[in-house]
């Protein structure tokens, strides 16, 4: 059974005429009943919505580029989430920040009963390496919902408005279930408009992502990623209700980031974490993970005579 507040507009929406207000509810009602399990029915109102066949996509040549769905897919990479928070080394605050914003999701109900909407829009931000897309990822395994990865090379064009009609498309689509849907290198297509240096297709692309963006519901969880957050128009750091910086890890962080690789092989490195941290202090978290990776591996390709230690000390010289 669909919430009680859904009912209520889906009423309301018939009284009025409000088309606008009609199709959101029917959405957030696909959206629940899909997170329920409850694929038939989903499918069922799903096919009472259309109202007419989805007109073949054309290209700026002219030529049929196939059904709904093969667009669709052109737009977007979806995948079932594997990585978890667990597997993520991150600061307390990060952490604590996540697991509220992950609470909020799960006891959407209870905030709706109360006349409040979960918060669903994060901005990452910080240097490559640190962590962004794995925790997108990460969020989207506690929220147990699927993970969509926007392909800018499917929606970006030279062809005036196309580039906004796409990312309506994939906007459209998302609406339809509880899912994660994450924007990678974000500064791609949420550019500060009074960049002199960009396209009108860009800016004109920013105002559309603007007014969709406000239009999504609840349930769907928008991450988006950039490595260079001063590119972001103003109006786009708004839009983001949770911001968090993914920095480089502290020494005391990539002391911690060793001590958990040394659990999880049989044999220690023989040099203290504290050496390690003073050495590698600076790099993002991707580069010492490769690091630690890279000694294992030339202890294990050099056994039986293999010494953990000796390799370890060789390692750590070579670091500049």
Known sequence: MARSDLLVKLVQSGSSGDRHLFKKTVQAIIAEEKGKQHHQLADRLQEVMVEKQPEPYVNGNGAVNGSASSQIEKLLYKSAPKVSLKDLYLEEVTLQTVSEFVQEQYRSDLLRSHNLEPRHRILLTGAPGNGKTSLAEAIATELMVPFYRVRYDGIITSYLGETASRLSKLLEYVSQEHCVLFFDEFDAIGKE??????????KRLVNSLLLQMDE???????????????????????????????GKPSESAIEKVVQEFEKRFPKKFGVSSVQFAKKLVGRSYSEIIDFLLDIQRKYVLSLPEGNLKAIAQSQLKSVK
Do not use: M
């Open 216 to 246: 999504l519901p609840s349930y769907v969880v928008v991450i988006a990623a950039t490595n260079h957050p001063e590119l972001l128009d103003r109006a786009v750091w708004r839009r983001f209700q949770i911001k968090i910086e993914l």
């Open 193 to 202: 408009r009074g960049d002199t240096h960009e396209t009108g297709e860009i």
